[in-house]
């Protein structure tokens, strides 16, 4: 049986693929864009049509699959607009799905994960949630703009630590729990990077990797959401669910340290240092 993948070409679907195709497993790669999913896996797995927001799309995309992971893109902020495609997990007796869900969502319900987990449980379906810490790809993706152009972070996150991992380490522990089904049934897992660090921390490291001098900057969230809405032109709901994030992390929710990561993989998630020298051209 396969393993279906959505978002298979954003930051941890495209890691859970590899991941999966090491372990021997038969992979299926998910997402509105065919051509993309081609493009980045070459003939190394199957590509399949599949929009969360086109219900036609679930049954082709779930024949043959028996384990799923499942995961929000950013742009949909409702859990009401996933809860479609969890319904038909269940009615496709799925063994187990794997939601990318979000550090401290089990006592915070704000975030949309917290209502999707619970709505995997609420319909019985054999579940792995997991959930990371903020992604080290943040800063490499969506906040390289200010990195390369100004020299800036640019991130409403105060004086706050954040216990970053790397994309890649995520993918490798849900392809573990995806690898072993009847191990990991009606578990959830916090995983994150070896240390907490502030954005100035995380301004040094970047500074002292690339030989620029690197500032954060510490925006308010005012500052932030009209910035992004306005200048750079992103999606408002986008927008909105990460200033609720850094309120929560400015509250303390994102620099916990967990030895999850190691208890799935045996391996020490990767530091920041190392995921900024190697990919150092994100930020120069
Ligand atoms: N960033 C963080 O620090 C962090 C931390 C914890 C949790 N998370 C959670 O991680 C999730 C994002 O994961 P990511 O960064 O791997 O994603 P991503 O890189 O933003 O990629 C989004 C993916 O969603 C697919 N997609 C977009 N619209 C779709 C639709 N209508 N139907 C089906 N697929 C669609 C895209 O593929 P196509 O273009 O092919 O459709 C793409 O593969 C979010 O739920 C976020 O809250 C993020």
Known sequence: MKILITGASGNVGRYVVEALINMGESVVAAGTNVEKLKDI?????EVVKFDFEDEKTFDNALKGVNRVFLMRPPHLGKPEDIYPFVDSMKSHSIELVSFLSLMGVEKNPIPPHHKIEKYIEKLGIPYAHIRPGFFMQNLSGIHSVEIKEKNEIFIPAGNSKTSFIDAA??????AALLHQPEKYKNTAHT???PEALDYYEVANILSSVTGKKIVY????FLRYRSYYINKRGLDKN??????????MTRMGTAKKVTNGFYELTGRKPRTFYDFARDNIDAFL
Request: hydrophobic residues 45%; glycine residues 8%; without cysteine.
């Open 41 to 45: 896996f070459e003939n190394r797995v």
């Open 169 to 174: 380490d995520i993918g490798l522990a849900i």
């Open 191 to 193: 995983i994150t990077g």
């Open 217 to 220: 900057k510490k925006p308010s």
């Open 238 to 247: 986008y927008v909105n669910v990460t200033v609720a994030l850094y309120f």
